[in-house]
């Protein structure tokens, strides 16, 4: 069984950096990708980036030059460092692990991030 857990979340004021981690432990052989979704209050969850695990990265235009995906596939660990944060960035971040053959989806618990004065 897999399990996904995050950390890093908490309150920073606009302008401020924040780096989120998620761990994954269990099963986990071969290719996969892991990425960060967020949801904000009253929307739909989006995807913010993913990085596969021979480091190929995706972000979302909204966060690009701004946050920075990385991995450690020695510990199945996911970063996202978050930079030049705006009130705009504030929602729930999950960490989420694909994997493939068979294919099977896993998520994090979920984190907070609020931006605010």
């Known amino acids: 069984q897999v399990q996904l857990v995050e950390s890093g979340g908490g309150l920073v004021q606009p302008g401020g950096s924040l780096r989120l981690s998620c761990a994954a432990s269990?099963?986990?052989?071969?290719?996969?990708?892991m990425g960060w979704y967020r949801r904000a209050p009253g929307k739909e969850r989006e995807l913010v980036a993913t990085?596969?695990?021979?480091?190929?990265?995706v972000y979302a235009d909204s966060v690009s030059g701004r946050f920075t995906i990385s991995r450690d596939n020695a510990k199945n660990t996911v970063f996202l460092q978050m930079n030049s944060l705006k009130p705009e960035d504030t929602a729930v971040y999950y960490c989420r692990l694909d994997l493939f053959r068979p294919y099977s989806m896993h998520w994090g618990q979920g984190t907070q991030v609020t931006v605010s004065s």
């Open positions: 990085i596969t695990s021979g480091g190929s990265t």
């Open positions: 269990g099963s986990i052989f071969g290719v996969n990708v």
